[in-house]
């Protein structure tokens, strides 16, 4: 059956465009279930990365993102999926997305980006222009402003959200500036009691819509790259260090213009250093974030490179961010030299390297993890990755907070597990 579907699109691939309908939310929100999709005969050199692509693997038939490319293989993935597709060779591709027909209208999917991006844009402008009368002191962590800087073009997926870090005493001056801008603040808190139990507000996260599009901002209050649900962490890793590295990252800010308007956001060496920590904070996942980390690593002087060493050092960052641009150096080419240099400078001790190399290297970057997964694992790393010795690491578990957490999440796991074995048993049930 699959060989002759297969047969089928060819010859019609050969004629002319292929048109087949949507199914499945896998690819959410640009391609919608009943969307019919308009394709054009392609082949694997012409492929770019941020493609669509119809695919097959396993008797299934796939329209995917591409998310990385080598000259023998691809990877693709449903922006709407936690798992990628692994490993699609050229034999399994058929074709490319051209444009996608809704209802009576057709469009192009990267008009829509372009036209998220522009909106984003304007809304930056807008905030940068109320803090500067305000007297706001802030800067970009990472987002928009940083893409276009880097690759000079809007890029070709929906931007999730923009990262700004303020001075935490400045707080309730930007809350007023976010409502009085039509902003409203999102409670990503998973219980009332785990909120109050938390010991230290680290982020948080304002929204509104505007043109139809969402805008998020996070605002930092630090360079957290720690547990956002919990709070101060000191017998992991001292809060005093965070709130040092904040302070000293706003003091060494530069300026970018885009559209005539000045963005501020982190120095170079800087900013290597909190996107290998953002990597670490999402458990060394997510390809997009290895790039943005690789481009800006390629550009950067040689000898910057001492600088953003002696940084991760002075502040015991090693054992976090040395996995980051170990999988830079894995996966890019452009910046292999100034990689090794790097893990060599900031190598950790023997009994950390035996954990990354252990738990860390053989991880599919591509995949994502569900947000109790995300939790469990960044505690399991952020405990056997702490410069702290044992004994006080351990003294962790006597934290009210962190107790209450852990058995929040062993019951949501036993309540799963149960409902899934349930479901199971309803589907197949022993005669």
């Known amino acids: 059956m699959v060989r002759n579907f297969r047969k089928i699109i060819t010859k019609k691939l050969r004629r002319d465009k292929l048109i087949l309908k949507s199914e499945g939310d896998s690819m959410l929100p640009?391609?919608?279930?009943?969307?019919?999709?308009?394709?054009?005969?392609?082949?694997?050199?012409?492929?770019?990365?941020?493609?669509?692509?119809?695919?097959?693997k396993k008797n299934t038939f796939f329209t995917h993102r591409v998310i990385y490319k080598t000259r023998q293989y691809l990877i693709s993935k449903g922006d709407n999926n936690l798992q990628s597709d692994g490993k699609i060779f050229p034999r399994q591709i058929l074709a490319r997305v051209i444009r996608i027909k809704r209802m009576k209208k057709i469009f192009n999917p990267e008009l829509s980006y372009f036209a998220q991006s522009n909106n984003y844009l304007d809304e930056m402008v807008n905030i940068i222009n109320v803090f500067k009368k305000k007297n706001i002191e802030f800067l970009f962590l990472k987002g928009l402003p940083i893409h276009l800087h880097y690759y000079d073009r809007p890029p070709m997926r929906f931007f999730s959200d923009c990262d700004l870090l303020i001075n935490k005493f400045d707080l309730e001056k930007v809350n007023h500036i976010f409502q009085s801008m039509g902003y409203k603040h999102l409670d990503t808190s998973f219980l009332i009691t785990q909120k109050l139990l938390k010991n230290i507000e680290t982020e948080l996260i304002y929204y509104k819509f505007s043109h139809n599009f969402p805008i998020y901002i996070d605002l930092h209050l630090n360079i957290n790259f720690m547990m956002t649900q919990i709070g101060k962490l000191n017998d992991l890793y001292q809060q005093e260090n965070v709130n040092n590295l904040s302070i000293e990252f706003i003091k060494?800010?530069?300026?970018?213009?885009?559209?005539?308007?000045?963005?501020?956001?982190?120095?170079?060496?800087?900013?290597?250093?909190?996107?290998?920590?953002?990597?670490?904070?999402?458990?060394?996942?997510?390809?997009?974030?290895?790039?943005?980390?690789?481009?800006?690593?390629?550009?950067?002087?040689?000898?910057?490179?001492?600088?953003?060493?002696?940084?991760?050092k002075k502040y015991s960052l090693e054992n976090f961010v040395y996995t980051s641009f170990y999988f830079v150096n894995k996966y890019f080419s452009n910046s292999k030299d100034k990689t090794k240099f790097i893990l060599y400078m900031i190598k950790p001790s023997p009994q950390k390297i035996k954990y990354i190399h252990r738990k860390l290297i053989k991880l599919n970057i591509f995949n994502d993890e569900t947000r109790i997964e995300s939790g469990v694992n960044r505690f399991r790393n952020l405990f056997f990755l702490s410069p702290h010795p044992f004994y006080k690491k351990i003294s962790t578990f006597f934290n009210l907070h962190i107790n209450y957490v852990i058995i929040w999440i062993i019951v949501k796991i036993i309540k799963n597990n149960f409902c899934r074995f349930f479901n199971r048993k309803l589907i197949n049930p022993i005669s």
């Open 30 to 56: 640009i391609f919608k279930s009943g969307d019919k999709i308009i394709y054009i005969k392609t082949n694997f050199k012409k492929i770019r990365v941020n493609d669509y692509i119809l695919e097959f």
């Open 252 to 312: 060494q800010k530069r300026y970018i213009i885009l559209n005539k308007n000045r963005f501020p956001i982190l120095s170079e060496e800087n900013l290597i250093l909190y996107l290998a920590l953002h990597f670490f904070h999402h458990n060394y996942r997510g390809f997009h974030r290895l790039e943005i980390l690789n481009k800006i690593v390629s550009k950067v002087k040689r000898k910057n490179l001492v600088n953003i060493t002696s940084k991760i």
